[in-house]
């Protein structure tokens, strides 16, 4: 039985109409340039471009500021930023509270759209992996998912006295709170019934993000990992933050033209690919999940290829256990422990590696998790899916084995096989729409962005 949401069409809600008050630029926020030189451009320029690298999205409809002005400087931004083949991209008129935004850009999507993304231009730097992060986790069947980061500063609860003068009345437990960031992603339908009974139009206190309409209905809340990147632009010192982001990105565009001496060492690469590893003393190990047939290995030879790791694949490690003659019922748990045992041998003399196996089920996950405490390794978990079943089925059925005595599994053992979700992945791929090589970009780029 397939997920909730599984393979639904995604379209972006990217509200750009609010008035950017507190930024006093004495125009809409979303209209203000952000970033120095050639790299300048209105907020939702940046904010757009940024939501275009997610290949998942379908349709987007930018809600704007709906003076007539506003209305027209902000369509005329959003038409100068190019748009991937096979995307629809709208303008409307927002309203008065975002709230009010939200639904009108929410009524504005089109009908095939089952997922549904609501996004702040005023977050114009998010990186694609936190949109990846939510939709993965709306497929795989969580109804309402937020990208949130942990409370670093101590918290008080205040009390303001009769001249306005605050003093402390607590301070709060901060191990469980949460920043939470946007896109936030839904199931439409949870959308819209919490817009329909808690939203801008209801008697209800109206809530400042989407999850929180959900909560006021009981709806429960996933959240998974945002980024410091997804700042929202909301002061004059932000949009200063951000620009300097986008000056860095500029002065190191290349790793290659720009040795960054915290890299550990140099690899071959072909000519025109960038190399990443992971810091000094610090190896990177990339742990690939995802079902048999979805892609894992291609991705895994490409990425190894590019930054000179070592290419662990659970299969040909099964396959010499057999030949040495272990029993087929011993084969899953002795294959992945001697797959930890050897990762962990080459980490510790500092090599780069890449897990190419199933992992599908927590118990598999955790132990790579132990592997990276051990040997102090930078772990990136990636999960792999293929979210079309019949191009899926296609390539189960049309592989040839490539290890010998290697007995690849029916299409019937792939669609049962276990595959439990993984809200930790940091990167997300769909091998639908990714060719390797961008799925390797976006190995490469999640590496590249908690380095
Ligand atoms: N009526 C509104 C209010 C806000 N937003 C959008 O909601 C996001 C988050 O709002 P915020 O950062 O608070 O923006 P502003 O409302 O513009 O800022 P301020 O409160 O400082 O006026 C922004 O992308 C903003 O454009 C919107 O579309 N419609
Ligand atoms: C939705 C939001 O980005 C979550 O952090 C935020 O609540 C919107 O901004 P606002 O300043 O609360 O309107």
Same mark, same amino acid.
């Given at each position: 039985?397939?997920?909730a949401?599984?393979?639904?069409?995604?379209?972006?809600?990217?509200?750009?109409?609010?008035?950017?008050?507190?930024?006093?630029?004495?125009?809409?926020?979303?209209?203000?340039?952000?970033?120095?030189?050639?790299?300048?451009?209105?907020v939702? &320029?940046?904010?757009?471009?940024?939501?275009?690298?997610? !290949?998942?999205?379908?349709?987007?409809v930018?809600?704007?500021?709906?003076?007539?002005?506003?209305?027209?400087?902000?369509?005329?931004?959003?038409? @100068?930023?190019?748009?991937?083949? =096979?995307v629809?991209? %709208?303008?409307?008129?927002?309203g008065?509270?975002r709230?009010?935004?939200?639904?009108?850009?929410?009524?504005?999507?089109?009908?095939?759209?089952?997922?549904v993304?609501?996004?702040?231009?005023?977050?114009?730097?998010?990186?694609?992996?936190?949109?990846?992060?939510?939709?993965?986790?709306?497929?795989?069947?969580?109804?309402?998912?937020?990208?949130?980061?942990?409370?670093?500063?101590?918290?008080?609860?205040? %009390?303001? =006295?009769? %001249?306005?003068?605050?003093?402390?009345?607590?301070?709060?437990?901060?191990?469980?709170?949460?920043?939470?960031?946007?896109?936030?992603g839904f199931?439409?339908?949870?959308?819209?019934?919490?817009?329909?009974?808690?939203?801008?139009?209801?008697?209800?206190?109206?809530?400042?993000?989407?999850? =929180?309409?959900?909560?006021?209905?009981?709806?429960?809340?996933?959240?998974?990992?945002?980024?410091?990147?997804?700042?929202?632009?909301?002061?004059?010192?932000?949009?200063?933050?951000?620009?300097?982001?986008l000056?860095?990105?500029n002065?190191?565009?290349?790793?290659? @033209?720009?040795?960054?001496?915290r890299?550990?060492?140099?690899?071959?690469?072909?000519?025109?690919?960038?190399?990443?590893?992971?810091?000094?003393?610090?190896?990177?190990? &990339?742990?690939?999940s995802?079902?048999?047939?979805?892609?894992?290995?291609?991705?895994?030879?490409?990425?190894?290829?590019?930054?000179?790791?070592?290419?662990? !694949?659970?299969?040909?490690?099964?396959q010499?256990?057999?030949?040495?003659?272990?029993?087929?019922?011993?084969?899953?748990?002795?294959?992945?422990?001697?797959?930890?045992?050897?990762? %962990?041998?080459?980490?510790?003399?500092?090599?780069?590696?890449?897990?190419?196996?199933?992992?599908?089920i927590s118990?598999?996950?955790?132990?790579?998790?132990?592997?990276?405490?051990?040997?102090?390794?930078? /772990?990136?978990r990636?999960?792999?899916e293929?979210?079309?079943?019949?191009l899926?089925?296609?390539?189960?059925?049309?592989r040839?084995?490539?290890l010998?005595?290697?007995?690849?599994?029916?299409?019937?053992?792939?669609?049962?096989?276990? /595959?439990?979700?993984w809200?930790?992945?940091?990167?997300?791929?769909d091998?639908a729409?990714?060719?390797?090589?961008?799925?390797?970009?976006?190995?490469?780029?999640q &590496?590249?962005?908690?380095?």
């Open positions: 039985m397939p997920n949401g599984e393979g639904w069409p995604v379209g972006l809600v990217l509200v750009a109409a609010g008035q950017g008050t507190r930024l006093g630029a004495g125009m809409p926020k979303a209209l203000v340039p952000l970033g120095h030189g050639p790299r300048s451009a209105p939702i &320029v940046h904010a757009l471009r940024a939501a275009l690298r997610c !290949r998942a999205l379908t349709s987007v930018v809600v704007a500021p709906a003076d007539p002005d506003g209305m027209a400087q902000l369509s005329a931004a959003v038409a @100068s930023v190019p748009v991937p083949p =096979g629809s991209v %709208t303008v409307v008129p927002g008065a509270e709230a009010d935004s939200v639904a009108l850009g929410l009524a504005a999507l089109p009908t095939e759209v089952g997922v993304l609501v996004h702040d231009a005023a977050r114009a730097l998010t990186p694609v992996e936190v949109f990846d992060r939510v939709i993965h986790a709306v497929h795989s069947g969580h109804a309402a998912v937020t990208p949130a980061l942990p409370v670093t500063d101590t918290v008080k609860q205040v %009390t303001v =006295g009769p %001249t306005g003068v605050e003093t402390v009345a607590a301070t709060v437990d901060r191990s469980t709170l949460r920043a939470v960031q946007t896109p936030q199931l439409r339908e949870t959308l819209e019934r919490a817009h329909r009974e808690f939203g801008a139009g209801s008697a209800a206190p109206l809530a400042t993000d989407d999850c =929180g309409m959900v909560e006021a209905h009981g709806g429960r809340v996933t959240v998974v990992a945002g980024s410091p990147r997804a700042l929202k632009i909301t002061t004059p010192h932000d949009l200063e933050v951000a620009a300097a982001w000056d860095d990105d002065d190191n565009p290349d790793p290659d @033209s720009s040795p960054d001496p890299r550990a060492r140099d690899v071959v690469a072909p000519e025109g690919t960038r190399r990443t590893e992971g810091l000094p003393g610090r190896p990177l190990l &990339v742990v690939l995802g079902l048999p047939g979805v892609g894992k290995t291609t991705i895994a030879r490409a990425l190894c290829r590019r930054i000179g790791a070592a290419h662990l !694949r659970v299969d040909t490690v099964e010499g256990l057999l030949r040495g003659g272990l029993p087929e019922d011993e084969l899953v748990a002795q294959g992945y422990g001697a797959t930890y045992a050897v990762a %962990t041998d080459q980490l510790a003399v500092g090599t780069p590696v890449v897990a190419d196996m199933v992992n599908g118990l598999a996950r955790e132990a790579w998790d132990e592997v990276a405490a051990a040997t102090g390794a930078r /772990l990136v990636v999960l792999v293929c979210s079309d079943p019949g899926h089925r296609r390539r189960v059925e049309g040839a084995p490539d010998e005595g290697h007995r690849l599994p029916s299409w019937e053992e792939v669609r049962d096989r276990e /595959l439990e979700s809200v930790e992945a940091d990167v997300c791929l091998t729409v990714l060719s390797a090589e961008e799925a390797v970009e976006r190995i490469i780029a &590496v590249e962005d908690g380095t």
